[in-house]
């Protein structure tokens, strides 16, 4: 399995938590982990928003942003620079926007 290149010989040196904030990249491989957890990221993202916006608190209107952050996460694993930091962006000012009541 080894041979073939199957299985990595290597275990990862740095802890799960590490990866998820600050990867260290150094092949293809750990920039298709790094955007595997993104979709992870954005799909959890999803789920609770889905579960604290829709249901608890009954609002439809939440499905339209449990979509986005869907589609999100399916435009970081496919890798695209612009769906990444569009959802960054969106994630990270939409707490100043609530704040200024936009």
Known sequence: MQIL???DSTPK????????LWPTIRNVSDVDYV???????????????LVFGGL????????????YL???????????RFAAVIVFLNYSLEPCALELGW
């Not at 040196?13 to 998820?20: C, D, Y």
């Not at 595997?36 to 999803?46: E, H, P, Y």
């Not at 608890?56 to 979509?67: H, M, Q, R, S």
């Open 5 to 7: 290149g199957l299985s």
């Open 13 to 20: 040196t740095e802890g799960r938590l590490k990866a998820l």
């Open 35 to 49: 955007a595997q957890q993104g979709l992870w990221v954005c799909f959890a993202l999803a789920a609770v928003t």
């Open 56 to 67: 608890l608190v009954g609002n439809l209107y939440i499905l339209f942003d449990v979509l």
């Open 70 to 80: 869907f589609l999100a996460g399916v435009g970081v694993r496919q890798g695209s």
